[in-house]
């Protein structure tokens, strides 16, 4: 009797520990953070936002994987299966601002429903890209105009990039991207 008693109760642990764990994400998809906008976010981390601010939020960067040099820095945050980067230069006032925020996560989704592992074919059916030279690999595709870009091996989304629209990724982008993804 007892044992059925611990299996009962362990089951029903199990199930509040579930329906925690789908009201925690349903949350947080409520409340757009793992959202992406085109332009403007990708979780809770938005473009132009001060990177103290996005620290007290998020917490620490691992310091074995950002960069830092000439006002110019990549940050990272690792889980164990995907990493959010933000590439931040210095204002004129002389703080941090958020340039580029990428993941390889598919838990953040775009409204048309696009993630990480979205096929490139589907990816194609909603933006117009270019291809950024330089990126070998993994091919980056950009939208300029939109402010967003995916990193694209055989034929799937394996990294989604927003950034300021109108800012082409540059070289600190490809040379970081490059890197952090082999890793």
Known sequence: MPEDFLYVLA???????RL???????????????????????GSVMIGERMDQVVSRLGSPDPTRGDAAMGKAWSA?????????????????????????????PSFKLANGLKVGSSWRSIK????????PGSDKVEVWDSVKRG?????AQ???????????????????????SNALSN
Request: charged share 15%.
């Open 125 to 132: 059916a909603h933006y117009s890209l270019k291809r950024v």
């Open 20 to 42: 925690n764990l789908q009201m925690t994400i349903a949350l947080l998809l409520a409340t757009g953070s793992f959202r992406v906008v085109p332009g403007h976010q990708l």
């Open 148 to 152: 967003i870009a995916f990193d694209i």
């Open 155 to 177: 034929g799937k989304c394996v990294g989604i990039a927003v950034h300021r629209p109108g800012m082409a990724l540059g070289n600190e982008y490809l040379s970081y991207a």
């Open 11 to 17: 089951n029903l642990a199990l199930t509040l520990i």
């Open 77 to 105: 945050w690792v889980s164990k299966s995907s990493v959010l980067t933000i590439y931040s230069t210095r204002d004129e006032h002389d703080r941090q601002r958020v340039k580029i925020v990428h993941t390889n996560s």
